[in-house]
């Protein structure tokens, strides 16, 4: 019986521990001018985060992402930080008794804050990818108590699924995607609408996506960081050629937007990207495991090197928004090169 009263002591000042933390969060987020209802007020005090993660929920409550699991790759996945999530949730304009398709899980989290926003009467599709992150998802809310219906699916358990149980009044996409997805196909409702971050890996324009005459009417609602929808992007080396491709004009596309390029370096870039997409899709992989005989006889390397010193002026720029050390390859004699740290931190 001890041992009984015990348990529910921690937990119960665990709990109260984590209210606390939610109420000044949410006062912050306030103060910072973040539209928080008090519908959205309630689930975000409702639902316990601690219930979805594998780690400590320090970040969340100083509003950063936080990783609800690791792959077996290695690769972090996180729930966005609170203030991205309320951004989502205001522009989705929920209501109770809708239904909503969520494509991407974030550990089965956002499904509960919607499930609080949308009541009895709400029903919940949620699709995710990635099988590992899928069955962490199924196993976080088997152990919620939702208020309506969660249904949590595979693509194949979505493909498969009735016509009639593919009428939804939002879709909201959770990953960086360049289009919509191509096993999205569900029956738009009268004022339906998709929200997500559309554009390459490195930044994107959260959209508003509404059908009108047969055609998607898009909404621009400011630029966004997210990573990939697509978990295995973010497991594919960063020195496979279309990685790079990608990279390249994603990084350059937003560098030409803060300064003006010159017009050799545009051309350079231009044709470094088209020979990168060009190569054959069967030659060796190089990674830091690599020896420096593989890595130099490499064709991806022979391309890269032959655009170096055009390129050098803007290199450091581009490497850093890659989030790649490319730099420890291509000149590792450079002690005071730029390495690039990523923009790991602003990924929600």
Known sequence: MASHSNHWRSKHLLESACLKDIDEL???LEKNGFPIDKELKYALKKVNIEHFVKS???QFF???PTEFMKTSKGIRKNISAPHMLVILLHHLEIKKGQKVLL???KG????AILDNLLGEEGIITLIEPHAEVLEHTRIALENYDSNGIIRVLSITDFDFYEDSGKDFDRVLITGAVREIPDFLNF????GSFILGPFGGNIQQRLLKKEKQAGEWLDTDLGGVVFSPMDTKISERSPLNPIVLAEGLEDSFSLISEMIEIDEEIFQ??????????ELPRDIPTIDEDSSDEEIM???VMDLMMSEMERLAPIWPIIEHFMSIELVNIFSSEDENSFTGGGHEDLVP
Do not use: F, T
């Not at 089965?108 to 499904?111: E, M, N, P, R, T």
């Open 108 to 111: 089965g989290y956002l499904a």
């Open 297 to 299: 006889e490499n064709p």
């Open 187 to 190: 029956n738009s409702q009268e």
């Open 103 to 105: 494509v991407g899980s």
């Open 26 to 28: 949410i006062i912050q």
């Open 268 to 277: 350079g870039v231009e044709q470094l990207i088209q020979s990168l997409r």
């Open 62 to 64: 100083l509003d950063n």
């Open 56 to 58: 400590e929920c320090k």
